[in-house]
Structures are given as structure tokens and as C-alpha cells.
């Protein structure tokens, strides 16, 4: 269900001059030990951006997911971008959540960066009624302004596509905002806050239980530390 979304995704950052990269063969796709689920993912070479990645896992009609997550140049202190779209055939569940993934939780960085998501969230309260996050800490790598729903009405699944493309088209003004405004937080402090951000996710990342029951503990080890978050190991 989330191939539309991956293909407006990949016309995005084809449209923005992205090249996409050769993923490790290990990663690039692999089917689950009972063979119910392939997952499969792409690197992308996008100006401004030192590494921008998607996952998506189909697990035909019990499990769909879209991840995504864009890292910038080390010279912006831009917020990273945060995609994960997971739909739960058996609850008839969406997950979605779409946040620009703060470095730091300040009000200056805040007013700089969050105007365009801050409208976009008020305009989709549907996504947005999510609060509670067990696993994550809502003060760390998460605006107050992101889309976060859990929804089993079907409601929020009309809204997402429009969202998306709009939570898309709001992300790429960021850049220009950053580039009209000198980063203000020094490259090698970016460069240590997005080190965390991998370091701090692969512990918190709810996927782990879900991976290793499709694909065993050892690839899921290894797919979350050498691809996902490889800054952690
Ligand atoms: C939640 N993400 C989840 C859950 C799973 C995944 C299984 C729990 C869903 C539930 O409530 O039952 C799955 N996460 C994945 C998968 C990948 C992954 C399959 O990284 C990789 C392919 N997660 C992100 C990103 C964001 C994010 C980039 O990877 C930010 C936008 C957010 N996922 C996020 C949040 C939750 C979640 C906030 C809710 C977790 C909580 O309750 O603390």
C-alpha cells in the first residue's frame, strides 16, 4: 500500500538532481526465513545531503512499512527527515509518523525551522492525535509539531497522501532557509548530534522485534547497525 508513496518519494529526489547509490547486496533486498516478506532499500546521492535512505518492507497483507530518513550536509544544521509509515493488516493499524528531526530543542532553532511543519500539522489533526511514545523520548530527535497518528479508523490513511507530498514540499524550503541563513550550529557539532541521533536510534528503534522475527536476529542486527544507523557502530 505504500508503493505510491515510494515512488513520489523517489520522483522528489530524482526531481532535486538525486542519484541513486549501489546498496550492499546484503541490504539492497532480502526475503524472510518463511518467505512471507521482502524488504528492500536504496541510498541516494542528493545535493546537500550526506545520506539519504529508504527502506520498504512488504509483507504483503499483515505487514507494510515505508522508512525513510535524510541526513544533511554536516555544513547545515537543518533537521534530519523522518519517515515511518507502518500499516498492520491484522489490526487495520496505520502508524505514520513524519517529523524534521530536530538537532537540538531550542526556541531559536525552533522559530528558524518549524513554521512550514507547524502549519502542516494544525491543517491534519487526524494525523497528528498520536501523544504517547513508549520507546522513544518525545524531547529527543522529535519536534512538537510532528505528524503522529495510530489510527484504525481508516480516517488518517485518506489524509496520508496528501500530507505526504506536502510534508515532502515543506522539507526541501527548509534548505533554502539554511542556506539564506549560515548554519548557526558549527559543523563539527552537526556532525556529533547526527552521530548521536544513530547512536540513540538504534537502541530506541521499535524495529528490532519486528526484524528479527522476519529475518532472523543476525541480519536484523546487522541491517540496523551497518545500514539504518551505521554511525553506531
Ligand atoms: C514506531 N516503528 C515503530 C514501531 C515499529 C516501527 C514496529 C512500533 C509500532 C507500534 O506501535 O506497534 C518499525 N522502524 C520500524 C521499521 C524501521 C524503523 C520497520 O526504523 C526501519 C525500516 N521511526 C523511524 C523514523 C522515525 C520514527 C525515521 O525510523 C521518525 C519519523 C518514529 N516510529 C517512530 C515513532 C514510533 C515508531 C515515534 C512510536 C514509538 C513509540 O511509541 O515510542
Known amino acids: 500500500m505504500f508503493d505510491p508513496f515510494l515512488e ?5 529526489l ?5 542519484l541513486p547509490l549501489q546498496v550492499n547486496q546484503d541490504f539492497q533486498e532480502h526475503s524472510s ?3 512471507d516478506a521482502v524488504i528492500r532499500s536504496w541510498l541516494w546521492n542528493v545535493p546537500g545531503y550526506r545520506r539519504w535512505r529508504v527502506t520498504r518492507l512488504d509483507g504483503a497483507e499483515k505487514l507494510q512499512v515505508l522508512n525513510s530518513v535524510a541526513y544533511p550536509e554536516y555544513c547545515s544544521d537543518m533537521p534530519l527527515m523522518g519517515i515511518d509509515l507502518l500499516w498492520f493488516g491484522i489490526r487495520k493499524q496505520l502508524v505514520a ?15 528558524r525551522y518549524f513554521q512550514g511543519l507547524k502549519t502542516l500539522n494544525s491543517r491534519f489533526p487526524e494525523l497528528s492525535r498520536e501523544t504517547n511514545m ?4 518525545p524531547n529527543r530527535y522529535f519536534s512538537p509539531w510532528l505528524l503522529f497518528c ?4 481508516g480516517e488518517a490513511v485518506k489524509s496520508l497522501p496528501i500530507a505526504f507530498k506536502e510534508f515532502l514540499d515543506c522539507y526541501w524550503k527548509l534548505q533554502k532557509i539554511s542556506s ?21 536510534s538504534v537502541d ?17 542486527h546487522r541491517f540496523l547497525h551497518e545500514f539504518l544507523f551505521p554511525a553506531s557502530s
Open 150 to 153: 495510530k489510527d484504525g479508523s
Open 14 to 18: 530524482l526531481a532535486r538532481g538525486g
Open 8 to 12: 513520489e518519494l523517489h520522483q522528489s
Open 204 to 220: 530506541r528503534d521499535p524495529a528490532h522485534g519486528l526484524f528479527s522475527s522476519y529475518f532472523g536476529k543476525s541480519w536484523s
Open 180 to 200: 539564506l541563513d549560515l548554519s548557526q550550529i558549527p559543523a563539527e557539532e552537526v556532525k556529533q548530534l547526527q552521530i548521536e541521533y544513530d547512536v540513540y
Open 134 to 137: 513508549r520507546s522513544f523520548d
Open 33 to 35: 526465513i518463511k518467505g
Open 97 to 111: 509518523v513524519l517529523d524534521f528531526q530536530p538537532l537540538v530543542q531550542e526556541q531559536a532553532y525552533f522559530d
